[in-house]
Every structure is written in structure tokens, then in C-alpha cells.
């Protein structure tokens, strides 16, 4: 029996491994003792409810196969190796392992309980804050910003963001912009936008300490912690010095094939934000990434040549402000874009945040 090994259990890498069980010996390699539902991560960020619920187990998900906990040091040839492990053989790779961003929204530690004890240590220093900076207006910024003003009403929150409106990246419509900055304003959220900061506060990432920073117009910016809402950054380090070094480009993601196929090697796949597809990096997009990838080895395991190819879709976004406001791009089955505002995007993710969706993918109750 073929042995495919998956290499990071995210959205992407659970889809695939889950897809391809019943057909081959699976091997999936990940670094965290539990799955980290991210999406749900700003949520968690305010909410000791919350907290609990992005984590959860992988024991259910694979039938046949294994999830082998450790991380992937290197991946060469069809070799993985595995630090503590002997190196795995594999007849088809998938590399799944995702992207980091800072704290909140990811966790750079691979223990669960160590996780979840800075997320506590938020809660207290997020009880004790009256006033929060958040650098970059991208989804990440204004998510955070209405979890913040729900779960702390009174909070005083800047958004600094240093292109001219929020959500910069191109694709978004100037009609979602609006949306989201009258709700911003409502919910008294100040945003400062064509602002760069001269220099960073002196406290880590979600630390309590005041403190002022300028912007390079001069503008002053109090506050008592702080959150980097930018810097996002593809997970491959494992192939540096190997033969797929020269497929990354300078951000670290991986040159693929409509296919999915890493450029080059006909059974090593790329899905997920590590894959250079030009898209906004989404966990549904690793999803449909991950599909496209059973397709094709289900027809190598046939002795065929893989023939699914993966489209990105127009630019869609759901942007929750907190469980009862926020506002999203839509795309229908015409292609057609239209903007939904916080009845629609509360139904389909503020209010319980995708967690059913997933668990039922990791076969748990
Ligand atoms: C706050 C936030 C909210 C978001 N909300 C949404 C949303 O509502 N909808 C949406 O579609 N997308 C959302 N996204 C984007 C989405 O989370 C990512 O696009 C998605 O996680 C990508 O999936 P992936 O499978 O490529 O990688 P990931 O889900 O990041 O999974 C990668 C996995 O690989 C593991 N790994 C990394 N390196 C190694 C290694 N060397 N060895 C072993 N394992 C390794 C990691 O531990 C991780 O589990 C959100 C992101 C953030 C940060």
C-alpha cells in the first residue's frame, strides 16, 4: 500500500490526510499536541469560553492511519524526517505546514496547556487595560478590534494602519471598506490610517505596560498593550538546503502547478498558505486545495496522470465584529460580489465561529 505522508495537521492538512485514509497508509506529521482552530483564535483572545474551544483533539480523525506528533526537520527527495523520529519514506508528500502570525492570532508552542496559559494571562492583562493599539487594519486588526470592544465595553482601541483605508489588500470593495469603517465607528474604535509608526512600544506583544508611541506625522498614540496585526509568514524553513529550496520564493511559499503538484515533482503537493497561488490565504482555500490534491493521487494511486486543477475564486471575506456585527464579501454562483452586513456574517461566522464545522471534521461530538 502507498505510504502518503501529510506534513502539518491545519485546515488544510486534516482534509487531506482525513480524504486519503481509506486509500493508502497515512502518516500525518504535526508539531501541536491539538489541532488550534485559528479562526476562533480573536475570539479566545477575550474569552475564557472561547479558550477551551479552539483546541482540539486528533485522536478521532484518522481510521487507518496514524498522526504522528513531532516536528517535520527536514523534507528532501520523497524523505521526511521527523526531529526524535526515524526518517518516514514516503511515495507522495503533501506539505501543509501553514503560516505563523503574531500572537494572539497563532501560538508559537506546540503544547496546548501552554498555549492556553498565555491566553489566560491575556484575559488578566486585558481586564486590567483601558486603552489597546493595534498596528494594521488588515482582517486580523479589525476582528481583533470587535472582540475587544464586545467582550470589554469601554475600551478605548486605536487602529493604526499605514495605507490610506483599512483592509488594503486589493480585491476588497470600497462598499465592505465603508461598512466596516461606519460599524468601527459606532462602536467608537478610533482608526488612523496613513500611519506609520516611528518606532514600537517597549512591551512585547500583548504585555500590559503603557506607553506612547508617534507616528512619523507626529501623531501621538497612547495605550496599555498592544497588538501586531500584520506579518504573516509561510511555514518552510524545513526545505531550506534541499532541492526545493530554489522553489520558494522570498516570502517562503512554494512554487505549484494548477495542480497543486510542487513545481518539478510530480508527487510532493503543496496546499494551503504555504502554495503560491495568488489568492488571500484562507482556511476554506486550503480546504478546496486539499480536495483538489485527493483527486489527483486517488488517480496516481490508478496508475493516471493527475488532471484536477485548482481555480482561486474572486476575493470573498467573512469579517465578524464580535458574535453580532461585522460585514462580508460575498461571492454567488455567478461570480457576482455583494457585500452582507452583521445579520448575514454573524450567522455565518460570528456567532459560533465555524467550531461545529470542524469538529465534525475531526470526527469529534
Ligand atoms: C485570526 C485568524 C482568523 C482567521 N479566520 C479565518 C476565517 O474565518 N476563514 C478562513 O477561511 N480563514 C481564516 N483565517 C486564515 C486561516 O487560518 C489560514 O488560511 C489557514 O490556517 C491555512 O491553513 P493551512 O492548512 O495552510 O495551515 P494551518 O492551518 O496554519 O496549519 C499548518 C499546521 O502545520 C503545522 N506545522 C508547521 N510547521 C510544521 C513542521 N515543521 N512540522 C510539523 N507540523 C508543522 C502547524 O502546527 C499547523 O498545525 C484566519 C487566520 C487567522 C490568523
Same mark, same amino acid.
Given at each position: 500500500?502507498?505510504r502518503?505522508?501529510?506534513?502539518?495537521?491545519?485546515?488544510?492538512?486534516?482534509?487531506?490526510?482525513?480524504?486519503?485514509?481509506?486509500?493508502?497508509?497515512?502518516?500525518?506529521?504535526?508539531?501541536?499536541?491539538?489541532?488550534?482552530?485559528?479562526?476562533?483564535?480573536?475570539?479566545?483572545?477575550?474569552?475564557?469560553?472561547?479558550?477551551? +474551544?479552539?483546541?482540539?483533539?486528533?485522536?478521532?480523525? #484518522? *481510521?487507518?492511519?496514524? &498522526?504522528?506528533?513531532? %516536528?517535520? $526537520?527536514?523534507v =528532501?527527495?520523497?524523505?521526511?524526517?521527523?526531529?526524535?523520529?526515524?526518517?518516514?519514506?514516503?511515495?507522495?508528500?503533501?506539505?501543509?505546514?501553514?503560516?505563523?502570525?503574531?500572537?494572539?492570532?497563532?501560538?508559537?508552542?506546540?503544547?496546548?496547556?501552554?498555549?492556553?496559559?498565555?491566553?489566560?494571562?491575556?484575559?488578566?492583562?486585558?481586564?486590567?487595560?483601558?486603552?489597546?493599539?493595534?498596528v494594521?487594519?488588515?482582517?486580523?486588526?479589525i476582528?481583533?478590534?470587535?472582540?475587544?470592544?464586545?467582550?470589554?465595553?469601554?475600551?478605548?482601541?486605536?487602529?493604526?494602519?499605514?495605507?490610506?483605508?483599512?483592509?488594503?489588500?486589493?480585491?476588497?470593495?470600497? +462598499?465592505?471598506?465603508?461598512?466596516?469603517?461606519?460599524? #468601527? *465607528?459606532?462602536?467608537? &474604535?478610533?482608526?488612523? %490610517?496613513? $500611519?506609520?509608526? =516611528?518606532?514600537?512600544?517597549?512591551?512585547?506583544?500583548?504585555?500590559?505596560?503603557?506607553?506612547?508611541?508617534?507616528?512619523?506625522?507626529?501623531?501621538?498614540?497612547?495605550?496599555?498593550?498592544?497588538?501586531?496585526?500584520?506579518?504573516?509568514?509561510?511555514?518552510?524553513?524545513?526545505?531550506?538546503?534541499?532541492?526545493?529550496?530554489?522553489?520558494l520564493?522570498?516570502?517562503?511559499?512554494v512554487?505549484?502547478?494548477?495542480?497543486?503538484?510542487?513545481?518539478?515533482?510530480?508527487?510532493?503537493?503543496?496546499?494551503?498558505?504555504?502554495?503560491?497561488?495568488?489568492?488571500?490565504?484562507?482556511?476554506?482555500?486550503?480546504?478546496?486545495?486539499?480536495?483538489?490534491?485527493?483527486?489527483?493521487?486517488?488517480?496516481?494511486?490508478?496508475?493516471?496522470?493527475? *488532471?484536477?486543477?485548482?481555480?482561486?475564486?474572486?476575493e470573498?471575506?467573512?469579517?465578524?465584529?464580535?458574535?453580532?456585527?461585522?460585514?462580508?464579501?460575498?461571492?454567488?454562483?455567478?461570480?457576482?460580489?455583494?457585500?452582507?452586513?452583521?445579520?448575514?456574517?454573524?450567522?455565518?461566522?460570528?456567532?459560533?465561529?465555524?467550531?461545529?464545522?470542524?469538529?465534525?471534521?475531526?470526527?469529534?461530538?
Open positions: 500500500m502507498a502518503i505522508v501529510v506534513v502539518g495537521g491545519g485546515y488544510g492538512g486534516v482534509t487531506v490526510a482525513k480524504g486519503l485514509d481509506p486509500l493508502a497508509d497515512v502518516v500525518l506529521v504535526e508539531q501541536k499536541d491539538q489541532f488550534v482552530h485559528h479562526a476562533a483564535a480573536l475570539r479566545a483572545a477575550v474569552d475564557e469560553v472561547w479558550e477551551h +474551544a479552539i483546541f482540539m483533539p486528533y485522536s478521532n480523525l #484518522l *481510521d487507518r492511519g496514524t &498522526v504522528l506528533q513531532g %516536528t517535520a $526537520a527536514r =528532501s527527495g520523497t524523505t521526511v524526517e521527523v526531529f526524535g523520529h526515524d526518517p518516514i519514506e514516503a511515495d507522495y508528500i503533501i506539505l501543509a505546514t501553514g503560516s505563523t502570525y503574531p500572537f494572539p492570532a497563532k501560538y508559537s508552542s506546540s503544547r496546548a496547556t501552554v498555549a492556553k496559559a498565555r491566553i489566560e494571562q491575556l484575559h488578566q492583562d486585558l481586564a486590567s487595560a483601558q486603552s489597546v493599539m493595534l494594521g487594519g488588515g482582517t486580523v486588526g476582528e481583533m478590534a470587535g472582540e475587544l470592544s464586545n467582550a470589554f465595553p469601554g475600551i478605548q482601541i486605536t487602529i493604526v494602519e499605514k495605507g490610506p483605508d483599512v483592509l488594503s489588500t486589493p480585491g476588497y470593495s470600497d +462598499a465592505l471598506r465603508a461598512e466596516l469603517r461606519r460599524q #468601527l *465607528d459606532d462602536l467608537g &474604535v478610533r482608526v488612523v %490610517t496613513g $500611519a506609520e509608526l =516611528s518606532y514600537l512600544p517597549p512591551h512585547n506583544v500583548g504585555e500590559l505596560g503603557h506607553f506612547t508611541v508617534a507616528t512619523k506625522a507626529g501623531e501621538h498614540i497612547e495605550a496599555d498593550i498592544w497588538f501586531q496585526c500584520h506579518g504573516s509568514r509561510a511555514n518552510t524553513g524545513y526545505l531550506d538546503g534541499t532541492e526545493y529550496q530554489e522553489l520564493h522570498p516570502d517562503g511559499t512554487r505549484v502547478e494548477p495542480t497543486l503538484q510542487v513545481q518539478g515533482h510530480p508527487t510532493v503537493y503543496a496546499i494551503g498558505d504555504i502554495t503560491d497561488v495568488r489568492e488571500s490565504k484562507r482556511a476554506d482555500a486550503a480546504r478546496q486545495q486539499a480536495r483538489v490534491v485527493i483527486s489527483n493521487i486517488s488517480r496516481q494511486l490508478e496508475g493516471e496522470a493527475p *488532471d484536477t486543477t485548482y481555480q482561486p475564486t474572486k470573498w471575506v467573512v469579517l465578524p465584529l464580535g458574535p453580532t456585527l461585522g460585514a462580508s464579501q460575498l461571492v454567488d454562483a455567478e461570480g457576482q460580489t455583494r457585500i452582507v452586513g452583521p445579520e448575514q456574517t454573524a450567522e455565518i461566522k460570528g456567532t459560533d465561529l465555524m467550531v461545529s464545522v470542524i469538529r465534525s471534521q475531526l470526527n469529534l461530538p
